[in-house]
């Protein structure tokens, strides 16, 4: 009896997984995941420069999948993943005012904000943070100046994008569509990670 309920429950999540992210549920949980393992591993880092951690920033994350999006085109191998690690702005980024709109930011709260984006193959833990960690980047992570994070991520590519709490960087707009709308989906892939939990 148990066995039947709880697998029944099992496919429930996955269904409605499947219908909330229109692809497989299973890479969306372990998109998530990679997202909080790397935001913990940088405000370890943050911790260790006695500087506060980042807040998660909605807009910022938006941005940041629309780039990881684009960047999973490129091939990432040893070569793209050296010579890609160099923070830009957000106005070096090709098509980021279409990026900005969608996402609700207004172009005045985002120069002084820095993108930061990685590849590496899989995703690989202790590699993905010490692509961070251990490059130009860490200066960046390193400046507190820099008071929230928003990540994107798209196959091997992760885009990690830092805000400020001044005005010009921090990643302000009109509207609150599209932070109502991520932080929707937070919440629901909490709750089906505590259904999931709760039922196996
Ligand atoms: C890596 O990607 C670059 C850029 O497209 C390409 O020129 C290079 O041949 C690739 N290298 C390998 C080892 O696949
Ligand atoms: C990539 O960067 C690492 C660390 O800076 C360096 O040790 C390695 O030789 C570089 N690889 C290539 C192919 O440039
Ligand atoms: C952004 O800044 C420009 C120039 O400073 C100004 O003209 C424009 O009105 C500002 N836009 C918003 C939405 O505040
Ligand atoms: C960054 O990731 C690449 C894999 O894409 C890896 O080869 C490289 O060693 C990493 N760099 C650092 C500094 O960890
Ligand atoms: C971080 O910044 C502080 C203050 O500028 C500096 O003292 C420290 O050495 C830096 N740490 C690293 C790992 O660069």
Not at 2 to 28: K, N
Not at 30 to 49: F, H, I
Not at 99 to 107: H, I
């Amino acid at each position: 009896m148990a066995s039947s309920s709880s697998s029944f429950s099992l496919f429930g999540v996955f269904a409605i997984a499947f219908l909330v992210f229109g692809s497989s549920p299973v890479l969306s949980f372990k998109v998530e995941e990679d997202k909080e393992n790397l935001l913990q591993g940088l405000n370890g880092y943050r911790q260790a420069q006695k500087l506060p951690p980042f807040e998660k920033n909605a807009k910022a994350c938006c941005i940041a999948d629309k780039i990881a999006d684009v960047d999973k085109d490129h091939p990432c191998n040893i070569t793209t993943a050296n010579s890609t690690v160099t923070a830009r702005h957000l106005s070096q980024i090709a098509n980021f005012e279409h990026y900005a709109e969608k996402c609700k930011v207004d172009l005045n709260t985002t120069a002084d904000a820095i993108v930061m984006p990685v590849c590496v193959p899989d995703m690989v833990e202790p590699m993905l943070l010490a692509n961070y960690t251990q490059t130009q980047y860490a200066q960046y992570l390193n400046n507190s100046k820099f008071v929230g994070a928003g990540l994107g991520v798209d196959v091997d590519w992760m885009v990690v994008i830092l805000t400020t709490a001044e005005h010009g960087g921090s990643f302000a707009g009109s509207g609150a569509g599209s932070v109502v709308a991520s932080m929707g989906a937070s919440v629901l892939v909490v709750l089906l990670g505590l259904f999931l939990v709760g039922n196996l």
